[in-house]
């Protein structure tokens, strides 16, 4: 099982960012799929979350309505679309695949630094 994110980087306040994560090693269209973040000092935290059909999606407060979860089954790949970005949006970004307590994975994460 593996899990590799891409697209993390340095971007101004109010720049854009799309990260991925390519999934292998299990059967991606069966999992919920999410992407969670974690700050220096702070705990990890769900961004967003999605069905694995990509019919439902769920948004931390803190991101709705700027950032978008997706997800293409056939390409076994999430996405997280990441716009208006704030230096708070600073962390490194995991992503989990979770059908059951027992057969959740994760990435090793990407890093996202919003700063001027």
């Known amino acids: 099982v593996q899990l590799v994110e891409s697209g993390g980087g340095l971007v101004q306040p109010g720049g854009s960012l799309r990260l991925s994560c390519a999934a292998s090693?299990?059967?991606?269209?069966?999992?919920?799929m999410s992407w969670h973040r974690q700050a220096p000092g702070k705990e990890r935290e769900l961004v967003a979350s999605i069905t694995s059909t990509g019919g439902r999606t769920n948004y931390a407060n803190s991101v709705k309505g700027r950032f978008t979860i997706s997800r293409d089954n056939a390409k076994n790949t999430v996405y997280l679309q990441m716009n208006s970005l704030k230096p708070e949006d600073t962390a490194m970004y995991y992503c989990e695949a979770y059908i059951t307590p027992r057969n959740a994975y994760w990435g090793q994460g990407t890093q996202v630094t919003v700063s001027s």
């Open positions: 090693g299990f059967t991606f269209s069966t999992y919920v």
